[in-house]
């Protein structure tokens, strides 16, 4: 038996080459099958072929000064590499990962190892596509190769063209060229072992010479055949060794190419595939008879006869499995490579790590962003599960159960016309079975009632785009499957799992399956520490780390209605939790050390002061103290800097909330944090002042910006070195400056006026609002102007009846056509009163008037229901058909509406804590 190479070219998460690979190996039951895979988990092989439930994935991380990452090299039932590994051990060979270690820095940024952006972006796959008539390469793959054939040498030669076609001349490139060449070392010293000194064979390919070149079984010899000076026969550019098939002329010093005549060597040796003649050290040609040698060595290949010290050589070559854009390079490289196993060790100061975590169809998706494989897993786990005859009824009825459940309604009649139409397909496109694509028209075509606002999912790689009709988002769900792994009794895991759930039973947290609502106290009545801080760090750390199952619902209030210093959560133990901590490991072994890690990281990648803050008041919150303090002193400094109004009005708001909870910071952080407050008072003010723009339209983030500034003079007097005269003189000269925003006019008058009592506000004070506000009466800054006012002194407006006076009298005066051009921006400033502050508003006007309008008449308006609907139906369409082109406003309107204070410590216009 002749020892060869095989090389077995796939597309990771493919059923046809899971097949391939599993008869391949069966067939040649070599003494080595190499796997395109982590080379540093050799060593673990036992730990991922336990009872495992797939999919899983095997997670590494490596974390330096640099920062840190995580590579997936996800595993399901027909993934090809998970097949060799089953295969190889059921044969008796030896299985071995053979590409470079996820932390080497050719997977920088790479985070799935079998990615498949080689098809993603193949330009000639593409044209390929458009040639044939396929939408995508998904469907062009099923259609080559996804079907029924009991021809599984023709598999292999179409397999073959798709990839030559697929990689063609194109170079490795920085990310490849690593990869690749350490593969072919592997191979190089697996054949090697094997006995074989050159030359490989494809699966459904041709055998390579040394050289790179092409060699045919007639034995062409490639190059131009010149003897070098040490007697052996160089082919161009090579080493002159022969080609597999070549005649096995006899070199210089005795070495002959694979597949020769076997003629005997100076030294004995003989090229692989000879007549197995016994050398002088009686050492065998690979692939020989199996004559016995002097010290008993036999070649790899050879009949497996006792040697004379009683060892035994196993038979066989080498199988390779790869990504099939590799397998052209790694073909043409492995001869020219030393045979020496190749070794990689981790960089100096960089930790890494590698354990196996459970992973689930949805994750395994390309519909959700996944770079790698297959889309549709489901479909696919049914493909290798009952065979394609069966699988594409199967999943169409998996479908209709799926959006029945969903409520959705598909009659028997609808379920028919589906299996028809994709029958009918399957046969107009020349499919034996139907294909994945043909199951999914035939649902689209027989239940999808209505026009589509975007593109059928599965004619694109990629997300579900918006738009999408809500029934084909359930059909592609259902396609995608609900299967999670599950690892096997006695996986090992990093030691963060273990102290994660170590911490959670410290703090009397149980989560199990099913959700719990947890009320956490943070202070009592004793001078006792409650056990309700111990429970708000331990699960903040875990929000820190992005940990499905604990969600933090609510903060504190410290409002002036409502005070509660307690936290509400939902906990529980979802299947997501475990494979989350598992990767949380990069960060390191215990929960707070992983929670400060991932801190860290966020702090050094922060873009500006406001998330900054918020890296900060996460840290506080999860009880980081050390860290808090360090970060405060790196803030302080920070702020100097800070070029936007914005961004520090954002960060001070965040740290002024903060502040408010000390039980959360104790009294060396408030410290700490009083120096910060200063620095950002001060900063905040030189930014206010340098911001001009006449015609500048409402900016929520400036206006949120001086509501900061007035909070921290407001609950700082007496307690932060703050400068109130320097603050009330910055104020009345934006306040006055016509070149100012108008809406930070406004926000600038309702600064003076909020931060001063009732009374304090005398008739100067409102003689001087009334001079500005007649100054910012124009039609298109007047509502602006108002929002900045209204949004920090809208209780002072309401008691203000002189200045409600002065408003309604601008507003009359306003021409029908200013009075239009000043209307949303109007609307959107009276916004800020809830219905009782209107109605004082309203009783003020009319008692102006004499008392001779209903106030309640002033807030209504007689206008046509019906009317009222068809405006709100136009505005409606008009906004679907913006955000169908893009072009819909995404500012989040958020409420600024002016409570007199900061309240909760979480910031409930976006969810995030503070």
């Not at 590409?99 to 498949?116: I, K, M, Q, T, V």
């Not at 210089?252 to 076997?262: H, I, Q, S, V, W």
């Not at 030393?338 to 960089?350: D, I, K, L, S």
């Amino acid at each position: 038996m002749t020892a060869r190479l095989h090389v077995v070219g796939v597309r990771h998460h493919s059923p046809a080459c899971a097949r391939l690979v599993d008869w391949t190996i069966r067939r040649e039951k070599p003494r080595f099958v190499l796997i395109e895979g982590p080379s540093d988990m050799n060593e673990r092989l036992d730990e991922l072929l336990l009872e495992h439930q797939l999919p899983m994935a095997l997670f590494t991380y490596r974390r330096g000064p640099e920062g840190s990452s995580g590579t997936w090299s996800p595993f399901c039932d027909y993934s090809p590499e998970w097949i060799a590994l089953r295969a190889a051990r059921e044969v008796g060979a030896t299985a071995l990962f053979v590409d470079l270690p996820a932390w080497h820095a050719a997977f920088d940024g790479e985070e799935n190892r079998y990615s498949d952006r080689h098809v993603r972006d193949s330009e000639r796959l593409h044209e390929l596509c458009a040639e044939l008539g396929f939408e995508d390469t998904d469907a062009l793959w099923d259609h080559l190769f996804e079907q029924p054939s009991d021809d599984i040498d023709a598999l292999a030669s179409r397999l073959a063209e798709y990839f030559a076609m697929l990689r063609g001349d194109e170079p490795g490139g920085p990310r490849d060229d690593p990869r690749e060449d350490f593969m072919a070392r592997f191979v190089a010293w697996a054949m090697a072992e094997s006995g074989v000194g050159g030359g490989g064979e494809g699966t459904g390919g041709e055998g390579r010479d040394r050289s790179g070149g092409r060699e045919s079984g007639e034995g062409r010899e490639s190059g131009e055949g010149r003897e070098s000076g040490d007697g052996r026969e160089r082919g161009e550019g090579g080493e002159g060794r022969e080609g597999a098939g070549g005649e096995g002329c006899e070199s210089g010093d005795g070495r002959e190419g694979a597949g020769g005549e076997g003629c005997e060597s100076g030294d004995g040796r003989e090229g692989a595939g000879g007549e197995g003649c016994e050398s002088g050290d009686g050492r065998e040609g690979a692939g020989g008879e199996g004559c016995e040698s002097g010290d008993g060595r036999e070649g790899a290949g050879g009949e497996g006869r006792e040697s004379g010290d009683g060892r035994e050589r196993r038979e066989g070559g080498v199988v390779l499995v790869c990504g099939g854009y590799h397998k052209p390079a790694i073909e043409r490289a492995w001869s020219r490579v030393p045979a020496e196993r190749p070794m990689v060790a981790p960089p100096e100061g960089v930790r890494v790590g590698s354990y196996l975590v459970p992973f689930s169809f949805r994750r395994l998706d390309s519909f959700a962003g996944y770079a790698s494989g297959m889309p549709s897993p489901a479909f696919y786990q049914t493909v290798w599960r009952e065979g394609h005859a069966r699988a594409g009824e199967a999943m169409m009825f998996e479908a209709i159960r799926h959006l029945r459940e969903r409520k959705q309604r598909v009659s028997p009649a609808d379920a028919i016309a589906a299996a028809t139409l994709a029958r009918g397909l399957a046969a107009l496109r020349g499919h034996r079975a139907p294909a994945r694509v043909d199951v999914l028209d035939g649902l689209a075509g027989a239940l999808v009632k209505d026009a589509l606002e975007a593109p059928l999912p599965w004619t694109r790689r990629g997300v579900l785009l918006p738009r999408t009709d809500p029934l084909l988002v359930e059909i592609v769900a259902a396609f995608s499957g609900q299967k999670v792994g599950a690892l096997a009794p006695g996986t090992p895991q990093p030691p963060l799992v273990r102290d994660a759930f170590e911490e959670l039973a410290r703090a009397s947290i149980v989560p199990t399956r099913d959700v719990q609502r947890l009320r956490v106290q943070l202070a009592g009545a004793s001078s006792e520490p409650p056990k309700g801080a111990l429970q708000s760090a331990v699960l903040h750390r875990l929000r820190v780390l992005g940990i499905p199952g604990f969600t933090f619902v609510r903060g504190p209030s410290l409002a002036r209605t409502r005070t509660d210093l307690s936290e509400e959560w939902t906990v529980a133990r979802r299947l997501e939790t475990d494979p989350a901590l598992i990767e949380a490991a990069l960060y390191g072994a215990t929960l707070e050390g992983a929670a400060i890690a991932k801190l860290e990281e966020q702090s050094r990648g922060a873009a500006g002061v406001m998330e900054l803050a918020a890296v900060l008041v996460d840290a506080a919150l999860a009880r980081l103290e050390a860290f808090t303090r360090r970060g405060l002193l790196d803030m302080a400094r920070v702020v100097a800097a800070e070029p936007s109004f914005a961004e520090l009005g954002g960060a001070l708001a965040k740290l002024l909330a903060l502040r408010r909870g000390d039980f959360v910071l104790g009294a060396r952080g408030m410290a700490d944090l009083d120096g910060v407050l200063e620095a950002c008072f001060e900063r905040g003010l030189w930014l206010f002042e340098g911001i001009q723009g006449a015609s500048a339209p409402l900016d929520d983030a400036h206006v949120g910006a001086v509501r900061a500034l007035r909070d921290t003079l407001r609950r700082g007097r007496g307690e932060l070195a703050l400068d109130p005269a320097r603050a009330y003189g910055v104020c009345e000269r934006r306040a006055r400056d016509p070149e100012a925003p108008p809406a930070l006019r406004g926000a600038a008058l309702g600064f003076l006026w909020s931060v001063r009592g009732d009374d304090d506000i005398g008739e100067d004070d409102e003689a001087s609002a009334l001079a500005i506000l007649r100054s910012a009466a124009r039609p298109a800054a007047m509502g602006d102007f108002l929002g900045g006012l209204f949004a920090l002194a809208r209780e002072q407006v309401v008691r203000a009846r002189r200045l409600v006076h002065a408003i309604d009298a601008a507003l009359e005066g306003l021409s029908r056509e200013d009075f239009l051009i000043a209307l949303p921006a109007l609307r959107q400033a009276f916004a800020y009163f809830p219905p009782r502050e209107r109605l004082s508003i309203a009783e003020a006007i009319a008692r102006r008037d004499g008392g001779k309008a209903d106030p309640m008449a002033l807030l209504g308006a007689n206008i046509d229901v019906a009317a009222v609907q068809r405006a709100a139906t136009l505005e409606r369409a008009a906004s679907e058909l913006a955000a169908r082109f893009g072009l819909n406003d995404v500012h989040d309107a958020r409420d600024v509406r002016d409570t007199g204070d900061t309240g909760d410590m979480r910031d409930t216009r976006d969810g995030d804590p503070a």
